[in-house]
């Protein structure tokens, strides 16, 4: 039985975190599709980034596979750790389609914003905005289970986004690479993923109330 004692301590460790099972495999899958991609020929890159010319061109793909490229490994392992930190944040906020909506409406937001918003933008890789969405949709349910948190990662994260809008990327970013727009942009579509459910909630509980009066 004692030999059986650090198993069960690992389990709970892994449960805490969680990384067990299924959950743990679904996060395994993510890091790989984020961080292969870097490990290839570096041709992948300008055939997956998103490219404003190439889209134009009816290469459609790129909308999506832009999110899950990078200009190398080390900026691929940097998103990669960024994901996992998230995921043992908010894992246990959020179900596994909140997980989906918040990362399509990211990138949907992502696309659009660059493509719409900034024309002059002619290729971007990353998925730094995708987790800047996450982000904001994680700080919605921590403010919503009012966890004692909520309020001061809300604001730290609030105040980011604001300074890179007014002064650019953080000091210690790397300024050719970092299009803080990105980050922005994946930011409000987390927040309508976070925020679409709670209204649609809202509003039929709403209607249920009028049609028992």
Same mark, same amino acid.
């Given at each position: 039985m004692a030999?059986?004692q650090?198993?069960? &301590?690992?389990q709970?460790?892994?449960?805490s975190?969680?990384?067990?099972?299924k =959950?743990?495999?679904?996060?395994?899958?993510?890091?790989?599709? +984020?961080?292969?991609?870097a490990?290839v020929?570096?041709?992948?890159?300008?055939?997956?980034? %998103?490219? =404003?010319?190439?889209?134009?061109g009816?290469? $459609?793909? &790129? $909308?999506?596979?832009g999110?899950?490229?990078?200009?190398?490994?080390e900026?691929?392992?940097?998103?990669?750790?960024?994901?996992?930190?998230?995921?043992?944040?908010?894992?246990?906020?959020?179900?596994? =389609?909140?997980w +989906?909506?918040?990362?399509?409406?990211s990138?949907?937001?992502?696309?659009? #914003?660059?493509?719409?918003?900034q024309?002059?933008?002619? $290729? %971007?890789?990353?998925?730094?905005g995708?987790?800047?969405?996450?982000?904001?949709?994680?700080?919605?349910q921590?403010l919503?289970?009012?966890? &004692?948190i909520?309020?001061?990662?809300? *604001?730290?994260?609030a #105040?980011?986004?604001? %300074?890179?809008? $007014?002064? #650019?990327?953080?000091?210690?970013?790397?300024?050719?690479v970092?299009?803080?727009?990105a980050?922005?942009?994946?930011?409000?579509?987390? +927040?309508?993923?976070?925020? *679409?459910?709670?209204?649609l909630?809202?509003?039929? =509980?709403? &209607?249920?109330?009028?049609?028992?009066?």
């Amino acid at each position: 039985m004692a030999g059986e004692q650090p198993v069960h &301590r690992t389990q709970a460790v892994l449960q805490s975190l969680y990384i067990d099972g299924k =959950r743990g495999l679904c996060l395994g899958a993510v890091l790989l599709a +984020l961080v292969l991609p870097a490990l290839v020929q570096p041709e992948l890159q300008a055939l997956l980034r %998103y490219d =404003r010319n190439a889209l134009a061109g009816g290469q $459609w793909w &790129r $909308w999506v596979t832009g999110h899950l490229v990078h200009l190398d490994f080390e900026h691929a392992l940097l998103n990669g750790i960024g994901f996992a930190l998230l995921w043992t944040l908010f894992a246990g906020l959020l179900r596994g =389609r909140d997980w +989906l909506a918040i990362v399509l409406l990211s990138m949907l937001s992502i696309d659009l #914003g660059l493509w719409f918003g900034q024309p002059k933008l002619l $290729w %971007y890789v990353g998925a730094s905005g995708v987790l800047h969405g996450i982000m904001a949709a994680g700080c919605v349910q921590l403010l919503r289970h009012r966890d &004692r948190i909520a309020l001061p990662t809300a *604001l730290i994260f609030a #105040g980011k986004l604001t %300074y890179e809008q $007014w002064q #650019g990327p953080l000091p210690f970013e790397t300024h050719a690479v970092v299009i803080v727009q990105a980050h922005l942009y994946g930011a409000l579509g987390g +927040l309508l993923a976070a925020l *679409l459910p709670l209204g649609l909630t809202a509003i039929l =509980r709403a &209607r249920n109330t009028v049609d028992q009066t």
